[in-house]
């Protein structure tokens, strides 16, 4: 009769190293309340709960719970840190393409500069524009309003843009 194994267990003949790769050894039984092992509360506690120390069941729920509002917030931080830069964008083209009409237009320079300032400014983003000539210059401010969250939304806080070009006309 020779050495046969039977649904992955290894015969009792066998040494330690005959076991099956990949297979750990079972624990020894410890002893129970009444000193010997196996019984009623092998292990565990007594109570409805049967909470057992080292247990780590429902560690990545506890875990992702707890994380859930770090990486909400964290997206919320760079989706503000997106508006802002965004809104200091806007702000410098608009100031760019007001200070170019002004410097181009006949007649009415600062009904030309603010029109052409608001012309590529998205609807939801506010803006306060001024435009006037300094001797030779058409000089333009632009302060574009900084939503919080989303464009419309707004706590007051102005991002600068600024222009200057030479009038030729």
């Given at each position: 009769?020779?050495?046969?194994?039977?649904?992955?267990?290894?015969?009792?003949?066998?040494?330690?190293?005959?076991?099956?790769?990949?297979?750990?050894?079972?624990?020894?039984?410890?002893?129970?309340?009444?000193?010997?092992?196996?019984?009623?509360?092998?292990?565990?506690?007594?109570?409805?709960?049967?909470?057992?120390?080292?247990?780590?069941?429902?560690?990545?729920?506890?875990?992702?719970?707890?994380?859930?509002?770090?990486?909400?917030?964290?997206?919320?931080?760079?989706?503000?840190?997106?508006?802002?830069?965004?809104?200091?964008?806007?702000?410098?083209?608009?100031?760019?393409?007001?200070?170019?009409?002004?410097?181009?237009?006949e007649g009415?320079?600062?009904?030309?500069?603010?029109?052409?300032?608001?012309?590529?400014?998205?609807?939801?983003?506010?803006?306060?524009?001024?435009?006037?000539?300094?001797?030779?210059?058409?000089?333009?401010?632009?302060?574009?309003?900084?939503?919080?969250?989303?464009?419309?939304?707004?706590?007051?806080?102005?991002?600068?843009?600024?222009?200057?070009?030479v009038r030729?006309?």
């Amino acid at each position: 009769m020779g050495r046969t194994r039977t649904a992955g267990r290894v015969p009792r003949t066998a040494g330690p190293s005959a076991r099956p790769a990949g297979r750990r050894p079972r624990p020894a039984a410890r002893a129970g309340p009444h000193g010997r092992a196996g019984g009623p509360q092998q292990g565990r506690a007594a109570g409805p709960a049967r909470f057992r120390l080292g247990d780590d069941r429902g560690q990545a729920a506890i875990e992702f719970t707890g994380m859930v509002p770090v990486v909400l917030a964290t997206i919320v931080l760079l989706w503000q840190a997106a508006l802002v830069g965004y809104s200091f964008s806007l702000a410098g083209h608009a100031a760019d393409e007001a200070v170019r009409a002004g410097a181009v237009a006949e007649g009415d320079r600062a009904g030309a500069c603010e029109r052409a300032g608001r012309q590529d400014l998205p609807g939801a983003w506010s803006a306060e524009i001024g435009c006037w000539s300094e001797g030779d210059l058409v000089k333009a401010t632009v302060d574009v309003r900084i939503p919080v969250l989303f464009p419309g939304l707004s706590l007051g806080i102005d991002a600068p843009g600024e222009a200057a070009a030479v009038r030729e006309s």
